[in-house]
């Protein structure tokens, strides 16, 4: 999988944000609430190697799982609010 440079990461977000497209555009002025979860580390490195194999955040992965259990239970999926930055694989793996 060829990884995109930090370069085009930022173009895109900018690009999205220009069109309205972001997840913060789409979201609109709702607030938005932190939900935490604990995990074991090892649980935890699995988790952010898995999202950065299906080239996803931490937070996109753990939107998605969520919306798989809310559908399960017949609910409506939940919208991603985004994160309050830019996903960066380098920063993520440096603290591994």
């Keep these: 999988m060829k990884r995109r440079s ?3 990461v930022f173009k895109d977000i900018t690009k999205k944000a220009r069109s309205g497209q972001s997840p913060r555009a789409q ?6 609430r ?6 074991f580390d090892d649980d935890y490195r699995r988790l952010r ?3 950065f194999d299906a080239d996803l955040s931490v937070q ?7 919306n798989l259990w ?3 239970k017949g ?7 985004g994160t309050s930055r830019p996903k960066s694989f380098a920063n993520e ?3 591994a």
């Design 60 to 66: 996109d992965a753990l939107i998605e799982a969520i």
């Design 6 to 8: 930090t370069l085009e």
């Design 93 to 95: 793996f440096m603290h």
């Design 34 to 39: 932190y939900v935490q979860a604990r995990l």
């Design 49 to 51: 190697r898995a999202a």
């Design 70 to 72: 809310l559908e399960k």
């Design 75 to 81: 609910e409506p999926p939940a919208r991603n609010p």
């Design 27 to 32: 979201a609109g002025t709702r607030s938005a």
